[in-house]
C-alpha cells in the first residue's frame, strides 16, 4: 500500500460572465448550432429585405402632392397621395368647408373615449358625460343647432363614422348583453332558452348577413310609411350583433363568481335583483372588463364592413377618395396603408390597455 | 297568545316564487310573440303594398348569370339553386383551406414565441401584433390590391419551374387523368389500412414493453410505398398538362384566381395571428414543472414540445382554436367585396336580380348556421377525446 498523498484537483474556472452585451448575444441569438442556424438565415433574410423596404417607404418615397412625381421611374411610395386626398380619407363625403365640424366631433369621442379608460373617471358622473359629448358629437355633425347648416347622416364619413358606430353600438349593445347573459343563467326555461337561442343564432352567423338583413330587410319589418336612417339601421344590426358577443363573455364572468357568494346573498334574505345588483355583478363585472374590451375591438374592426351596404366610414371614404379619381387610383396601396395604420393605432392602443387592465384584475387573486 | 306556525303556502300569490316564474315566463313569451307578429305583419303589408313576391319558387328558375369560378362546371342557363350549390362550394374550398394553412402557421408562430432564438421571438410579436390590429376585409382589399395590380402582367409572369404568378393569378401543371392513377388510389387504400393496423400493433406494443416503435413515420411510409406501388403497377404515369406562356394569358394547367389567392392569403394570415395567440396561451398555461421534469428525464426540447407541453396545452387550446375556425368561416362571406364568388356573392346577386331579400339573406344564414354547427359538433367529438380520460 502507498502512503496517499494529499493532491489538490485544479482550480475551478472562474465563473463565466453573466452580464453584458456578448453574452447577451450568445445566449439570445447562438447558444447552440439551431439557434445559430435561425439566427443566420433570419438576419440575411432581413438584410436583404430591409433596406429594399425602406427604400421603397422612406428613401426614394415621394412625399409631395404630385402624381407626375410619383409615376416617374424608380419611385417609391407615393405618400403624396395621402397629402392630396387625406381630408377625405378621414372625413369622407361631409362637405368639405365645414371638415373642422367632424374634427372637433372625432377629437370629442376620441377623449371620451380615453377618459373611461381612466381609473380616475370611474365615477357615476361618466355616464353622464358619455351622453353630453354624444348629444354634442350629433349636434356639431349634423347641425341646425346654432347657425350650423344641417348636414343628413348620408354625407357623413371616414373616421368619425367609424368612431361613432363602434363607442354607440358599445354602448348600447352593454345592457342587452347583460340581460342576456343574466336571462341564459336563469332557471326560468323559457327566459333561458330565448336568451340561448339569440346567442347561438347571432353568433352562428357573419356580420355581413346581419349588415344586409339590416340594410335591405329592416325596411319591410317597419310599418307601411316608416323611413328609417340607414345609419340607424346599421348601428341597430351592430349593436344586435356585438350584444351576443359580450353576452357571453359577461357569461363568463358570471360563471366565476363562487357559488357560495349567491348562497350567502340568500341567506340574508336579498332578492333575485338585489343579488345581481350586489353582490354578482359587482364581483363578475370587474372580471369581464378586459373581455369587454376586446370585444370593442373587433367591433372597432369589423365597422369597415359597413362599407360594403355603402356607407362612407374610414375604408369606404378611402376606397371613395382614390376610385374617383383616375390620377391617383394607381396608389390605392399606399391609400390602404395609410388607414391600415390608423386602425392599428387605435387597436393596438387598446390591446395594450386591455392588457393592463388583465394584469390589474389578476392582481388582486393574487393575494 | 299566538302560536308561531307558518304562513299557509298560497301557490297562485305572488310570494311564491314557481308562480312568479310562470308569470315572466307567460309575459317574455308574449312581450317575444308579440315583436315577431308585428314585424311579420309588417313585412306582408308591405310586400304586398310593393308588390313583392315571395317564397322559394325562384331557385328553380334559370340563374341568368355567370359565375367566375366553380368546382363544378356551371352555365348561366342552370337554375338558381345551383348557383347557390357553387357559392356553398366555393365557400368551403375556401374555408377549409384556410383553416389548414393557418393551424399550420398559427401553431408554428406559437410555438415561436417559446424560441430561445430572440430574433424568432420578436418576427412573431411582431407579426401577431401586425395582423390582428387591422381589420380583415382592409387586408383582403390590399392583398387583392397586390394582386391585381402590383404583380405583371401574364405575358411577363414570375416563373419558377413550371408555376406562374402574375395578375391572372397562379398557374400550376396539374397531371393528366390517366388509368394509372387510379391503380395508385387502389394502392392508397391497402396502405392505409396497413398503415392503420401497424400503428394500433406499435401502440399498442409501446403501452405493454415501453419500447418506443415509430409510430407515425413508419404508417406514413407504408401508405405512400403503397401507393407508390399501384401507380407503378398502373404503368407509371408521369405525363403532366404543364401552364403555357401565351399571348395573353398563361394557357393550359390548372390556374387559381387572383380572387380566390386574395381571400385565401388574408383569411389565413389573419386567422394566424389568433391562432398562434391561442397556442401561446395554451402551452403558457402547462405547468412549469412540466416543462422541469421533462428536462430532468432528459427529453430534448423537441421532443419535450411534442410529447409533454402541446398535449397538455392541446385541451386548453381547443375550445378557442374552434372559436377560431367558425371565425374564419364567418369572415370568408368578406369575399364579396372583391368579387369571389361565395355564398354571400351569389345571394347578393340573386336579390339584386329578384328582388326576394327575406328568402336571399335567409338561405345565407342558414348556410353559415350549418357550417358552424357542423365544425362545433366536430371539435365537440375531438375536444371530448382529447380531455382527460378521468378514472
Redesign the interface.
Known sequence: MSAQTFQPIAARPAPVNTSGPLVWIRTNLFSDWLTSLATVCIGAVLLWALPKILDWALFSAVWQPSFEACRAEGAGACWGVIAEKYRVIIFGRYPFEDHWRPLVATVLLTGLLVVSCIRYFWKAWLPLLWLVVLTAFFMLMHGGVGGLAVVDTDRWGGLPLTLLLASLSLVASFPIALLVALGRRSKLPAIRSFCTIYVELIRGVPLISVLFMASFMFPLFMPPGVKIDVLLRVLVGITMFAAAYSAEVIRGGLQAVPKGQVEAAATLGLSYWQTQRKIVLPQALAMVVPGIMNNFISTFKDTSLVTIVSLYELMGAMSMALNSDADWRPFTIEGYFFIAIIYFVFCFSMSRYSHWVEKQVNKSKLR | MTTSSPPKKNNWSWRSEAFR?VV??IV??GV?AAVVWF?VH??L???R?RG?QSGFDFLSQAAGFDIGESLFPFDSGESYWRAFLVGVSNTLRVAVLGIVLATVLGTLLGVGRF??????RV?CVSYV??F???????QL??WY??MT??LPDAADAWQAGSFFLSKGGVNYPIPVWQTGQLWAAYGLLPGVLLGWTYRHWAVRRFEETGRAGSMVLMPLLMVVLASLAGWALGGAPTEFNFPIRGEFAIEHGGALTPEFLSVLLGLTLYTASFIAEVVRGGIASVARGQSEAASALGLSKGQEMRLVMLPQALRVIIPPLTNQYLNLT??S??A??IGYPDV?SIA?TA?NQTGR??EC?SI??LV??AT??GTALLMNWYNARSAIQER
Not at chain 2, 115 to 120: E, F, K, Y
Open positions: 316564474g315572466y315566463q317574455a313569451a317575444i314585424l309588417n313585412t303589408v308591405n310586400m303594398v313583392i424560441s430561445r432564438n430572440v430574433l424568432v418576427l401584433e401586425f390582428r390590429n387591422i381589420p380583415v376585409l382592409l382589399l390590399m390590391v397586390v395590380q402590383i364567418k369572415n362571406s368578406l364579396v367585396a354571400v347578393n336579390l331579400a327575406v339573406i345565407v344564414m353559415y348556421l358552424s354547427l
